[in-house]
C-alpha cells in the first residue's frame, strides 16, 4: 500500500496562496491516479481535484476551477496542489488519496481508494 503525507498548510489571508504537497512512498506511484480531497468541520469530505499519472488528464470540482492547480512530478513521488485566490470557505483538511479513476469530483467519494494520509489544515481568513 501506497504511504502519503500531506504538507504545506497553514493560515493564511483571503486572496492568498498556498502550495500543497502529497509524497507517497511504498508502492508504484507512476501507476496511481492520485486525488486531492477536503473536509471542514461540520462537513462531509468532497472530492477537489484529481490527476492521472501522465498528467495529461486532470478534473477539478466547480468550486475551485479557475483557482486551484494539480499537478505531479513523478520522478519526486510527489503531487502538487497550488491554491490560488484562496477564500474563507476554501477552509479545510486537504488530503490526498490514490484514486480508481479521474472524473467528475462531484462524485469522488465513490472513485477513491480506502487510502489517505494524515491531512494538512489549510485555515483561510478575512
Known amino acids: 500500500q501506497v504511504q502519503l503525507v500531506e504538507s504545506g498548510g497553514g493560515l493564511v489571508q483571503a486572496g492568498g496562496s498556498l502550495r500543497l504537497s502529497c509524497a507517497a512512498s511504498?508502492?508504484?506511484?507512476?501507476?496511481?491516479?492520485l486525488s486531492w480531497f477536503r473536509q471542514a468541520p461540520g462537513k462531509e469530505r468532497e472530492g477537489v481535484s484529481c490527476?492521472?499519472?501522465?498528467?495529461?488528464?486532470?478534473n477539478y470540482a466547480d468550486s475551485v476551477k479557475g483557482r486551484f492547480t494539480i499537478s505531479r512530478d513523478n520522478a519526486k513521488n510527489t503531487v502538487y496542489l497550488q491554491m490560488n485566490s484562496l477564500r474563507p470557505d476554501d477552509t479545510a483538511v486537504y488530503y490526498c488519496?490514490?484514486?480508481?479513476?479521474?472524473?467528475?469530483?462531484?462524485?469522488?467519494?465513490?472513485?477513491?481508494?480506502?487510502?489517505w494520509g494524515k491531512g494538512t489544515l489549510v485555515t483561510v481568513s478575512s
Open positions: 490527476i492521472r499519472s501522465s498528467s495529461t488528464y486532470t
Open positions: 488519496s490514490t484514486m480508481y479513476a479521474c472524473g467528475n469530483m462531484a462524485t469522488a467519494l465513490n472513485w477513491a481508494s480506502d487510502n
Open positions: 511504498g508502492g508504484t506511484f507512476t501507476d496511481n491516479v
